[in-house]
């Protein structure tokens, strides 16, 4: 089973909005400290971009996207939310999220190195 999927990618022109989506398998989900998304494209290293905070809730963003993107959860549908506002070409990436199944303190959470649960990624493409 595949521990996490996502879904809601696609391609945009800029000011419009989308949101992703994290489908988390029930094995998953009650063991973990962080859900975040991050995104990559070719030839760069993988970004943070949003971060919550299984235990207590908190939020976290790159600068890049505060105030645009708004990461939720519904945890009756073991589901994480990415929800993209106002995308600007250099949004455009492969999207991925992801789960830390083992402690990490805050400012360590858009740190994709302290992830051990991904996705397979969705392309979210935003053209001027």
């Known amino acids: 089973q595949v521990p996490l999927a996502e879904s809601g990618g696609g391609s945009v022109q800029a000011g419009r909005s989308l949101r992703l989506s994290c489908a988390a398998s029930?094995?998953?989900?009650?063991?973990?400290?962080?859900l975040g998304w991050f995104r990559q494209v070719p030839a760069k290293e993988r970004e943070g971009v949003a971060a919550l905070s299984t235990r207590v809730g908190a939020t976290y963003y790159a600068g890049s996207v505060e105030g645009r993107f708004t990461v939720s959860r519904d945890i009756a549908k073991n589901t994480l939310y990415l929800q993209m506002n106002s995308l600007q070409p250099e949004d455009t990436a492969m999207y991925f999220c992801?789960?830390?199944?083992?402690?990490?303190?805050?400012?360590?959470?858009?740190?994709?190195?302290?992830?051990?649960?991904w996705g397979q990624g969705t392309q979210v493409t935003v053209s001027s």
């Open positions: 992801a789960a830390a199944t083992r402690y990490l303190s805050p400012s360590q959470s858009l740190n994709s190195e302290r992830y051990n649960i």
């Open positions: 029930a094995a998953y989900s009650y063991n973990t400290y962080y």
